[in-house]
T-cell receptor, first 111, second 113 residues
Framework: DAGITQSPRHKVTETGTPVTLRCHQTENHRYMYWYRQDPGHGLRLIHYSYGVKDTDKGEVSDGYSVSRSKTEDFLLTLESATSSQTSVYFC??????????FGDGTRLSIL | AQSVTQLDSHVSVSEGTPVLLRCNYS??????LFWYVQHPNKGLQLLLK??????LVKGINGFEAEFKKSETSFHLTKPSAHMSDAAEYFCVVRNSGYSTLTFGKGTMLLVSP
């Protein structure tokens, strides 16, 4: 796989707590993305980044924030987790016009 | 806006028989289209991509797809299914601008012995 590491791989937490997911790449790609995957919905884009400190919203950004202070790291934060944010989260990277490559995902359960 | 519609949520085949996974797209310009595969508890792997070169695109593991502009389709095929092909398949279109993607809802391929 392309050099993408997501952490943690699994997390269980309670409603109302903050959660941060990390995506780390070793490919020096410009673009990084966060998706969530839910049954019957495919993958939906949460936020993406087109450079350090440059981010934009995707289709389902409400309740999520992101930060990218270094090329290699893209953080996704749930400020106050809700049960509707229980999902599998995927990070992806790309180098402009090339296809996106995906990490192995983080399974997040919010009780 | 670009969109894709995967016409079947589940497809069942027997090992050794052909596979057809159907995808229609909607785009205001000549699209870039992809098929990704996801095995259980894994990330997504690129199978093949169409970027306005040859209309018949060959991918990994014996899969191919044909871009048909007149039918706005990009169906995925394989002549002979293998048990290891059992997975979920996503048809994807690239949006204009910063290389964001729009995913179809996925087709689960079931392969029986």
């Amino acid at each position: 796989d392309a050099g993408i590491t997501q952490s943690p791989r699994h997390k269980v937490t309670e409603t109302g707590t903050p959660v941060t997911l990390r995506c780390h790449q070793t490919e020096n790609h410009r673009y990084m993305y966060w998706y969530r995957q839910d049954p019957g919905h495919g993958l939906r884009l949460i936020h993406y980044s087109y450079g350090v400190k440059d981010t934009d919203k995707g289709e389902v950004s409400d309740g999520y924030s992101v930060s990218r202070s270094k090329t290699e790291d893209f953080l996704l934060t749930l400020e106050s987790a809700t049960s509707s944010q229980t999902s599998v989260y995927f990070c992806a990277i790309s180098d402009g016009g090339q296809p996106q490559h995906f990490g192995d995902g983080t399974r997040l359960s919010i009780l | 806006a670009q969109s894709v519609t995967q016409l079947d949520s589940h497809v069942s085949v027997s090992e050794g028989t052909p596979v057809l996974l159907r995808c229609n797209y909607s785009s205001s310009y000549s699209p870039s289209l992809f098929w990704y595969v996801q095995h259980p508890n894994k990330g997504l792997q690129l199978l093949l991509k169409y970027t306005s070169a040859a209309t018949l695109v060959k991918g990994i593991n014996g899969f191919e797809a044909e871009f048909k502009k007149s039918e706005t389709s990009f169906h995925l095929t394989k002549p002979s299914a293998h048990m290891s092909d059992a997975a979920e398949y996503f048809c994807v279109v690239r949006n204009s601008g910063y290389s964001t993607l729009t995913f179809g809802k996925g087709t689960m391929l079931l392969v029986s012995p």
